[in-house]
């Protein structure tokens, strides 16, 4: 398994504020929406639902990650429903103080050492 990590990013909120909006994601399809149309072509094909987030991959079609872990104020976990390989990915939040959240993205992958070189560095930048 090869994990992907974001460099962590401090939000100026509270951890539980944060997680509140991370475990929901239903208010994300309205922002998407509302974006530039160069900001949505740069994104690609992304639908949301409350608990799942729907990718369109050229090569594979839909992709589904779906809410499987919830620890309140901590961390939110998505596991892949039509991926090739098996992929968790998690929000990671750390509380700094009262006002300030770290925040990092990881992502699980199980795939073949000999694609690492191939689509690592996209996993990594998707991260």
Same mark, same amino acid.
């Given at each position: !398994?090869?994990?992907?990590?974001?460099? /962590? &990013? $401090?939000i100026p909120m509270q951890a539980e504020s944060v997680y509140e909006k991370v475990s929901n994601l239903?208010?994300?399809?309205?922002?998407?929406d509302n974006l530039p149309q160069d900001v949505k072509d740069k994104i690609g094909a992304v639908r949301f639902t409350e608990d799942s987030i729907i990718i369109n991959a050229a090569t594979v079609g839909d992709m589904v990650l779906s809410i499987s872990e919830k620890v309140p104020g901590k961390r939110v976990a998505f596991t892949a429903n039509g991926a090739p390989v098996p992929i968790? !990915?998690? &929000? +990671?939040?750390? +509380? &700094?103080?009262? $006002?300030?959240?770290l925040v990092t993205t990881c992502i699980?992958?199980?795939? /073949?050492a000999?694609?690492?070189p191939l689509v690592g560095p996209t996993l990594q930048e998707a991260a």
């Open positions: !398994m090869a994990t992907y990590s974001s460099k /962590p &990013i $401090e239903s208010g994300f399809q309205e922002r998407i968790v !990915m998690s &929000i +990671n939040l750390e +509380n &700094i103080d009262n $006002e300030k959240t699980d992958v199980e795939i /073949p000999m694609l690492k």
